[in-house]
C-alpha cells in the first residue's frame, strides 16, 4: 500500500513525498513545506521530527528493539567484543578474525597520548568533573591530528583509531590525576578493557579485577555503544555538520552528553539512592517526591524520550548488577533499594500512565560503585562505550555531505519598535 501525505494551511493544500524505512517507519518530506506554504513545522525536543535517514541503529520504544546494523543487542552483549561493536558500528559488518586482530594490534599500539594531553588533564583542578576534562582533552587532540584526517589504518581512519585507542588512557588519566595517583602507562599485553581497569586501579585496592570483571565492563560499553538521535548523537551530527573536525564533534557529544537527563543520569542515580538510604530506605518517599509536582526530585534512572515500554539495555544491566555483585561478594543495599524502587514504580499509576520504566542508566551506577569507580567517573564510563557510535554517525553525516544543520523557530519577542537615547529612558 503507497503512503501519501498532504497538508493543508490556510488556504494552500501542499501533496508531502513521503518516505518509507527499512523497518517500515514513515516519514513525512517536508523540505519543501515553507517554500510552499510560508509555515514550518512547531516540534520542540524534535519528539516527532526525523533529521535524518541512518543505517547504523534501529530502536523501537514501544517493542523494546535495539539493533546495531541490524544484530540484536541481545546477540551481541556478552557474546562478542566491545571492540569488535566498535568495528560493526564504524564499518557495518562485524569483522573477520583478520580484521580483528589488524585491529586490535594497532588499537594497542596507538593507546600513549601526546604530551599535551596529559598536561591539559594534570592542568585541571583535582576536584573538576571528570567529564568537563575529558571533553577538554579531546578537544586538545585536534592540535595535533587534525593533518591525518584522512590517513586509513587498520582498515578505520586515522582519527577514530587514535580515539578508540587514547579515549581510555585518557579517562585513566583523569581519574589518576583526581585521585593525586601517579598515572599508569597502557600495557600492550593487555586487551581493552582489561587494559583500562589496570591504568585504572594498578597499586590501589580496587586493583585485580579478573576477566570476568573486564567482560562485565566490556558487556556495558557494548549497551552504550550507541543509541540512534539521541541528544549527544544529534550534537555530534549537528557540530559535524559544520564541517568542523571529529575531535570537536566527539568533545562537543562529551559535553551533551553529560546533562543529568541524559548520560548524567547513571551518576544522578546513585546520588538519589544515597538520597533514599539517608531517608531510610523508604522507596515510598522517594516515589511520592518523584510525583509531587512541587517537588524538583525526579526519578533519575526512569523514563525515556522513546522508550514507552521497557529499555532492552536496562534489563541486561540489572541482570549483571547480580552477577558482578556476586562475583565480588558484595552486598550493596543500593541494589535492594533499586530494585524495590522499581516495583513500586511498576505499580503506581503515575508512572504507568506516562509510561516511566527504568532506563539503562538505572542499575549501571550500581556496577560501576561496586567496581571501584567513583560517582564522578560514571558518565566517562558511558561515553567510552558510545565513542563508536558517535562516529559512526558522524561518518554518515559528513560522508553524505549533509546540510548544516540549522533548524528554524517561531518568534514570538517584541515586534518592531525604536531605540529610546537614554537621556529619555
Ligand atoms: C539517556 O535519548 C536516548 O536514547 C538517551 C539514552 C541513550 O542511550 O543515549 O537512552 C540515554 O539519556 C537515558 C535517560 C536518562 N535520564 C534520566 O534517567 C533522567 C530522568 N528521566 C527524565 O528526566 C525523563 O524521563 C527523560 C528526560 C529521560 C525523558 O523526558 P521526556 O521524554 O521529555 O518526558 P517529559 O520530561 O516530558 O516527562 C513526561 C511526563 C512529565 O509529567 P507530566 O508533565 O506529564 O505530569 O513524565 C514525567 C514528567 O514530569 N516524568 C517523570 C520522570 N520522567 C518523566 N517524573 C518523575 N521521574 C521521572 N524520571
Known amino acids: 500500500m503507497s503512503i501519501t501525505a498532504e497538508i493543508r494551511v490556510g488556504d494552500k493544500t501542499l501533496p508531502l513525498p513521503v518516505i518509507v524505512g527499512s523497518e517500515q517507519e514513515v516519514g513525512v518530506d517536508i523540505q519543501a513545506l515553507r517554500d510552499k506554504t510560508g ?55 562485524l569483522p573477520n578474525a583478520a580484521e580483528l ?15 599535551h594531553v596529559t598536561a591539559i588533564i594534570n592542568a585541571f583542578p583535582k ?23 584522512a590517513a ?11 580515539l578508540m585507542a587514547q579515549l581510555p588512557t585518557i579517562a585513566a588519566a583523569i581519574y589518576r590525576h583526581g585521585a593525586g595517583l601517579a598515572p599508569v602507562a597502557p600495557d600492550a599485553k593487555l586487551d581493552y578493557t582489561a587494559n583500562f581497569l589496570n591504568m585504572m586501579f594498578a597499586g590501589t585496592a580496587r586493583s585485580g579485577h579478573d576477566a570476568d570483571i573486564a567482560n562485565a565492563l566490556d558487556l556495558l560499553l557494548i549497551l552504550h555503544a550507541d543509541h540512534e538521535q539521541n541528544c549527544s548523537t544529534s550534537t555530534v551530527r549537528l557540530v559535524g555538520s559544520a564541517q568542523a573536525d571529529l575531535y ?46 512541587d517537588s524538583s526530585f525526579r526519578l533519575m534512572g526512569f523514563g525515556h524520550r522513546v522508550y514507552k515500554n521497557f529499555d532492552p539495555r536496562a534489563t541486561l544491566i540489572k541482570v549483571q548488577a547480580d552477577v558482578v555483585l556476586g562475583k565480588l561478594g558484595k552486598n550493596d543495599p543500593q541494589l535492594a533499594i533499586a530494585k524495590g524502587l522499581e516495583e513500586a514504580a511498576l505499580k503506581d499509576e503515575y ?10 542508566d538505572f542499575y549501571s551506577g550500581i556496577i560501576y560503585r561496586a567496581l571501584g569507580f567513583p560517582y564522578g567517573m ?41 531605540v529610546v537615547e537614554l537621556s529619555k529612558r
Open 39 to 93: 509555515a514550518v513545522t512547531f516540534d520542540p525536543g524534535y519528539g516527532n521530527t526525523g533529521a535524518c535517514e541512518s543505517a547504523v541503529t534501529f530502536l523501537d520504544g514501544e517493542l523494546g528493539i535495539l539493533r546495531y546494523r541490524g544484530y540484536p543487542i541481545e546477540q551481541l552483549a556478552g557474546k562478542v567484543s566491545f571492540l569488535e561493536v566498535a568495528w560493526l558500528l564504524l564499518k557495518g559488518e
Open 101 to 115: 586482530a589488524t585491529f586490535t594490534a594497532a588499537e594497542k599500539a596507538n593507546r600513549g597520548l601526546p604530551a
Open 127 to 149: 576536584d573538576a568533573h571528570p567529564m568537563a576534562v575529558l571533553s577538554a582533552a579531546v578537544l586538545s587532540l585536534s592540535s595535533t591530528y587534525h593533518a591525518e584526517t
Open 152 to 162: 586509513t589504518h587498520a582498515g578505520l581512519n586515522f582519527n577514530e583509531l587514535r
Open 248 to 293: 570537536a564533534s566527539i568533545a562537543a557529544g562529551i559535553t551533551a552528553l553529560w546533562g543529568p537527563l541524559h548520560g548524567g543520569a547513571n551518576q544522578a542515580v546513585i546520588e538519589m539512592l544515597d538520597g533514599i538510604v539517608a531517608h531510610g530506605g523508604d522507596v515510598g518517599w522517594a516515589v511520592a517526591q518523584a510525583k509531587d509536582k
Open 351 to 360: 508512572f504507568v500512565a506516562r509510561k516511566l520504566y527504568p532506563n539503562v
Open 378 to 418: 560514571f558518565t566517562v564510563l558511558f561515553a567510552l562505550g558510545r565513542l563508536p557510535g558517535w562516529m559512526a554517525h558522524w561518518n554518515e553525516h559528513n560522508a553524505g555531505k549533509a546540510k548544516i544543520g540549522r533548524p528554524r523557530q517561531i518568534y514570538t519577542g517584541k515586534n518592531a519598535r525604536d
